[in-house]
C-alpha cells in the first residue's frame, strides 16, 4: 500500500498512525505531541499541523501545492504502558538518526503490539491487590480473606462484562455489587467478623476499581495546558468512579437494609 503513496503522504500517515497507538496505548497528551515534534524534526517536515482529541487523530501536511490529510479514530483509552516505551523508544532512534527511512519506521511502528496478560492472572492479583487494601486499614486475616474472594468475583464480574461487549460503566457498577455483595455475606455469615470490620473489606474490595491511571493521566493533560483531553478524561474516570459507587451503594443497602449515608 505505501508504494502508491506519495513521500509526503507516506510521512503523514506515519505520525498519524504513532499518534494514534500512543493514544490507544494510554500516553499522556504531551508525549505524543513531543514524539510527533521529534520525528517531523527528524523527518524534515516543516509545514504541519497535528490535531489530537479524544475521538481521533488528524494530520494535515503541506508542502507546495501538495496537501495531504490523514485521519484515525480513537476508538478507546486504554493502558499498556509496554506499547507506549516501545513507541518511545522508536521515536528516540529517529531523533538519534538511527532510523530515518519513512517506510521502516512506519513498519515498525505497526509491528509493535500491546502485551495481554493472562486475565486469570490479573483476576488473582487484582484480589490480592483488595486483601492488601484490608491490611492496611487493619484488617484481620479473616477480613483480608473476604476482601480476597470479594476481588475475585469482582473482576471476574467485569473481565465477563467486557468480553460480552457491555457499556463499561455497567461493567464497573455490577462488579462492584457483586463484589462487595460476596465480600459481605462471607464476612458476616461465614467467618462471622465484627460489624467494625465488615465496612473494611467491602471499601478494600471497591478500591480495584477506582481508575487511578486515567485519573492522573487528565490531571497532567490539564496542568500541561491540554486542558480538553484532561477534562474529558478526568470526566471518564469520574463517571466510572460514580458507577462502581452505585454498585457499592446498592449492595450495602442489599445486605444492610440501608444506605451508606
Known amino acids: 500500500?505505501?508504494?502508491?503513496?506519495?513521500?509526503?503522504?507516506?510521512?503523514?500517515?506515519?505520525?498519524?498512525?504513532?499518534?494514534?497507538?500512543?493514544?490507544?496505548?494510554?500516553?499522556?497528551?504531551?508525549?505524543?505531541?513531543?514524539?510527533?515534534?521529534?520525528?517531523?524534526?527528524?523527518?524534515?517536515?516543516?509545514?504541519?499541523?497535528?490535531?489530537?482529541?479524544?475521538?481521533?487523530?488528524?494530520?494535515?501536511?503541506?508542502?507546495?501545492?501538495?496537501?495531504?490529510?490523514?485521519?484515525?479514530?480513537?476508538?478507546?483509552?486504554?493502558?499498556?504502558?509496554?506499547?507506549?516505551?516501545?513507541?518511545?523508544?522508536?521515536?528516540?532512534?529517529?531523533?538519534?538518526?538511527?532510523?530515518?527511512?519513512?517506510?521502516?519506521?512506519?513498519?515498525?511502528?505497526?509491528?509493535?503490539?500491546?502485551?495481554?496478560?493472562?486475565?486469570?492472572?490479573?483476576?488473582?492479583?487484582?484480589?490480592?491487590?483488595?486483601?492488601?487494601f484490608a491490611y492496611l486499614n487493619d484488617a484481620s486475616i479473616a477480613a483480608c480473606l473476604c476482601s480476597i474472594i470479594g476481588g475475585i468475583v469482582l473482576m471476574s464480574t467485569r473481565f465477563c462484562c467486557i468480553k460480552r461487549r457491555f457499556f463499561e460503566n455497567f461493567a464497573f457498577m455490577l462488579a462492584a455489587f457483586l463484589g462487595c455483595s460476596t465480600t459481605y455475606l462471607c464476612a458476616n455469615y461465614v467467618v462471622q467478623l465484627a460489624p467494625d470490620e465488615i465496612p473494611r473489606c467491602m471499601i478494600a474490595t471497591s478500591l480495584i476499581l477506582v481508575p487511578g491511571f486515567p485519573f492522573i493521566n487528565g490531571f497532567l493533560d490539564v496542568f500541561k495546558g491540554y486542558v480538553d483531553i484532561g477534562l474529558i478524561r478526568l470526566f471518564n474516570s469520574l463517571v466510572l468512579t460514580m458507577s462502581a459507587a452505585i454498585g457499592v451503594s446498592l449492595a450495602i443497602l442489599l445486605t444492610t437494609g440501608a444506605l451508606p449515608w
Not at 114 to 132: D, F, R, T, W
Open 1 to 132: 500500500m505505501e508504494k502508491d503513496l506519495s513521500p509526503l503522504a507516506l510521512k503523514a500517515k506515519l505520525l498519524c498512525t504513532l499518534a494514534w497507538r500512543l493514544a490507544q496505548a494510554g500516553a499522556e497528551t504531551r508525549l505524543i505531541v513531543q514524539s510527533l515534534k521529534k520525528i517531523s524534526c527528524a523527518l524534515d517536515i516543516k509545514n504541519n499541523e497535528i490535531g489530537i482529541s479524544r475521538s481521533g487523530v488528524i494530520v494535515k501536511l503541506t508542502q507546495g501545492n501538495e496537501q495531504v490529510i490523514e485521519y484515525k479514530e480513537i476508538k478507546f483509552l486504554g493502558i499498556n504502558m509496554y506499547q507506549v516505551s516501545r513507541l518511545h523508544k522508536i521515536c528516540l532512534q529517529v531523533e538519534k538518526g538511527e532510523l530515518l527511512d519513512p517506510k521502516q519506521i512506519l513498519h515498525k511502528i505497526r509491528a509493535t503490539r500491546p502485551v495481554h496478560y493472562s486475565k486469570n492472572l490479573l483476576i488473582v492479583l487484582e484480589a490480592i491487590a483488595a486483601g492488601a
